[in-house]
């Protein structure tokens, strides 16, 4: 089991601390985008300040530029990188997508299927033809014609973050991995399940994708305190992340076992009441998806984690540089112990 750093919002004030991550051995620094930065820049910056850890996007936003224009940007970042860049991209969701970006939020799963082709015609040095239904190149009817990138042929390896079942399983048809959110262990089956068919559709099985799996990391013997400060910090996520009638998030949660509670909170904080739908989130829900506590009830949490399948650790923290390196030292201390 290898372990990632998810960094989210990169500033050049990280730059030192990634680098010391990447001499503890981690693997991967991953960035990621919503309505500020984006997640492509800041690892053209990562590239030249580090040598060996890989750079990947979690995630990059479907629908917020043309696939072209994401593969293009991905081949610079493999050049840039001497090939270590990952691309993992995801829909996000219609109040970004038509908020945000003036992209209407439609045929999310094709336009994934689509986006990862596109991506890897145009990276393989192919000539862009591409006869889609969300996507159709050259357009018809148009003085446009297919051109080939004059850019040497490059493999870029794509991840998936996906929730629902149909993108799981085209996740598992097509990319190279899967960003995990919302995973729980325990209840790896409402993910893994469709997962593994869409893989077994292809001639293909589990083994041959990363599984990366976001969690936050915390040692402390307040295991109810940091439960349950890290449950209440789902509350913007099942309340906002999504709209009324469709949430990704509520329904992955749902799927594990928890529809009545998840339905509580996005009701008490679409109803104003924040601090309520903060104290409705189960503390499982902050425990469970996450490394929450002792050295060895983190280890055990791990142990499960390996069980389930999971290949590689997207861990996420938070506080000063030193701390978070400490923090680091002790988990990759345990998931060598695992070996």
């Known amino acids: 089991m290898k372990v990632g750093l998810f960094q ?3 500033g050049p004030a990280d730059t030192a601390f990634i680098q010391e991550a990447e001499r503890l051995g981690i693997d991967s620094v991953w ?21 060996t850890i890989r750079l990947g996007t979690a995630i990059a936003q479907i629908g917020a530029r043309t696939p072209a224009m994401l593969a293009m940007s991905a081949m610079s970042l493999q050049a840039l990188s001497g090939g270590r860049f990952l691309l993992g991209l995801g829909v996000s969701g219609p109040q970004v997508m038509e908020g945000w970006h003036g992209t209407r939020f439609e045929a999310p799963v094709q336009a994934t299927r689509e986006t990862i082709e596109i991506v890897r015609k145009v990276a393989s040095g192919e000539r862009l033809e591409h006869d889609g239904t969300v996507y159709t190149l050259p357009l018809p009817d148009s003085q446009g014609r297919a051109l080939r990138s004059f850019a040497p042929p490059v493999r870029v390896p794509a991840y998936v973050a996906a929730m629902g079942p149909r993108n799981l399983a085209l996740t598992g048809e097509l990319a190279d991995g899967w960003i995990g959110n919302a995973f729980m262990p325990e209840e ?6 469709p997962l593994r068919e869409g893989a077994e559709r292809a001639k293909r099985s589990l083994a041959d994708i990363d599984l990366a799996i976001p969690v936050a990391v915390e040692f402390t013997d307040d295991v109810e305190e940091a439960g349950r400060r890290h449950a209440g910090g789902y509350a913007f996520t099942i309340g906002a992340m ?16 928890f529809g009545d509670a998840v339905a509580e909170v996005q009701r008490l904080w679409l109803a104003g009441d924040r601090a309520a739908a903060a104290a409705a989130v189960p503390m499982e829900i902050g425990l469970c998806t996450n490394l929450l ?3 060895k009830m983190i280890a055990e949490r791990l142990r499960l984690h390996r069980e389930a399948g999971t290949t590689t650790l997207l861990v996420k923290l938070d506080g000063p540089a030193e701390g978070r390196l400490a923090t680091l030292e002790r988990l990759v201390g345990l998931v060598a112990d695992l070996s």
Do not use: V
């Not at 999504?242 to 076992?257: D, L, P, V």
């Open 8 to 10: 989210g919002f990169f």
């Open 31 to 51: 960035t990621a985008e919503a309505w500020g930065y984006d997640a492509l820049t800041p690892l053209a910056y990562l590239a030249a300040q580090t040598s």
């Open 188 to 193: 790896a089956g409402a993910f893994l399940k």
């Open 242 to 257: 999504g709209s009324r009638k469709r949430n990704f998030y509520n329904e992955a949660f749902a799927r594990q076992g």
């Open 293 to 295: 506590g002792t050295e």
